[in-house]
Each structure stands twice: as C-alpha cells, then as structure tokens.
C-alpha cells in the first residue's frame, strides 16, 4: 500500500500546483470594472469585439506567405457602432486596422429605451438577421456576430435569430441592415404628415352623384 507524500507543495489560487493566476490567487490577473465589456484596444469611451480572424496563406515562387484578417466591431454603447475588417502579418496588427476602420463607419442606431422600437430583419447576400423587441429582463439572447455587434450598440433587451449563411462577415453586414432599418413610431408619424398617436386622417374625396332614372310608370 503506497503512502502519500507529505512534502507535496502548497495549492495557490484554484490550481493545485500552479503559478497562482486563478481567481485569489498572488499572479491573478487584474479584474475588469463592472460593465466594462470588449477587450479595450478601442479606447476607454468605447467597446471593442473581435469577431473573427482569418489566416490567409499565400503560395509563392519562395514558399509561404502567412497573413492575418480580423474582424473588428467598434462601439459606445450609446447607439452608435461600426465593423472594419483589417489585414496584416500579425494578429494584433490586423485587429488595430480593424479598430480604425470601424470608428470610421460608426452609425447611429435608433434604441427605445434598452431595446430596439420594432421588429427587423435584415438582409445582405445569402445571410439574414431577425431582431426582435423583448421585455425588461429578457437579456441579449444572441449569439456571436451579432451578440457582439448589440453589445457595442447597448441593447441590453432582444431577442434574434440569424436565418441565413454562418459566415461572420455576411451576418454582419446582414445585421447592420437591419439596424439601419430601424426607426420609431414618431418619425414615421411626422414623415406622414401626422400627429403621434392619432387616427390617419384619410381626406377622401365627395362622391359625384350620378343621375337615378326616374321609373317609369307601368301602363296597362
């Protein structure tokens, strides 16, 4: 029957034998403010996501040439957000285009409150994205591309469901579509000529009477 060591070394953090890093531990990693989200290469007004990268390998006379393409979502969580796509040798190269690129097409979004005024879907290429409006409470239930994308914007309450191809470059452009398609009921009042909240009040022309022939008297 074996024994068991008695000079085993001591635990740290939440690893047994490990250097520490885990939550308690003396090598942890400093903890993010609360609400903070994104990796923060954006700045500290804004809330970055990386989405996606790429490695391209490109076959040459000399061999292989190896590149990086990230895909970058860039937003204040006040209702404005972009997307860039950056190319590089290197991964942190690649991702610092994408961050520029994208504070160069930020949008405003129209919100409600925490969530979106309508229902929307939005469409680009083979990819489609169906946003929803959702209760206090609900969440972002979103996964993701898109996720990341409301995220930045500050929706906090939505539902979706992305209908279309998985491709993450198609799913956002699909869901900035229909982004851009969002607009509230007051807007679309005053564009029409009417008052918030009334009946339309339809001016329909009056009817020209036409002549009733008078009836003719049967004679016997």
Known sequence: MSSTPTNRPPRFGNRPGGPGRGPGGPNAAPQRPAGALGEGRAGADLIDHVVHINRVTKVVKGGKNFSFSALVI???GKGRVGYGAGKAKEVPTAIKKGIEMAKKTMISVTLKGKTIPHAVTGHYGAGRVFLKPASEGTGVIAGGAVRAILEAVGVQNILTKSLGTTNPHNVVKATFDALR????????FKARGRTSGSPAEAVVPAAVAEPVPEAVAETK
């Open 181 to 188: 398609n969002l607009h509230l009921a007051q807007a679309i």
């Open 74 to 76: 860039v937003g204040d």
